[in-house]
């Protein structure tokens, strides 16, 4: 059961999507790899089919896909993430978010909607975590006010949720909100999933690199209460 609804967001009419996913489908489509793809689905524990592109590959191909193109709306957003989402190629999503990345800054506070369904649908970690830290972290970056819906989501029982929680501070830097980062971390202290785990111990140890001092304190305070994953990950370049 999930603390915050799971409606499916409407895929909306884009005569740029429609342009985007057929150059998309017949570039990626014709220069897939087989032999390398059953390799990639093995590493990625299954979670979906592979073309067999490399990330490089795949990159200069997304290039040519979008030559010429215009800047997206928030509406085109939308349409090409879901409709990426729903091809069953993991490539396909992974050119999604590289272009959520370069245009979320055109997306309102509304976009968190689409976000949310990304990071629960077809979930691992090679997806959850740059949406986000990239995506789902700059539209809370640009209203404040959406933090509310994060603190929901820390409380999910949606693991993949409570994950993307805990990173949308990634890149926060000195804008990190300390008392929800630390907070975040406590409530979810005794997750039993490594996913959640790691997440924990990553998004302190990330901060540390602002005030190490502050997480150095607050995990000889509240180190006991965390798996030894977490005090590994978190302490791993400041020591305790």
Known sequence: MSVTEAVAPRVPGSPLADTVLERLT??????????RAVAMRAYMKDVAPFLGLTTPARRALSRTVLEGLPRPAETDCTAIALRCWALPE????????????????????GFLTVARHLVITVPWWDTVDPLAAHVVGALVAADHRLAADLDDWIDDDDLWLVRAALLHQLRFGERTDTERLFGY????SGHPDFFVRKAIGWCLRE???????????????????????????ALKHIGA
Do not use: K
């Open 26 to 35: 017949a570039v990626y489509g014709a220069a897939a790899d087989p032999e």
């Open 207 to 233: 901060y540390a690199r602002t005030d190490q001092d502050a997480v150095r304190t607050f995990m000889a305070r509240e180190g006991g209460r965390f798996a030894p994953l977490s005090v590994r990950e």
């Open 90 to 109: 993991r490539e396909y999503q992974y050119f999604a978010v590289d272009y959520l990345r370069r245009h979320v800054r055109h997306c309102a506070s």
């Open 185 to 188: 971390c406590l409530r979810r």
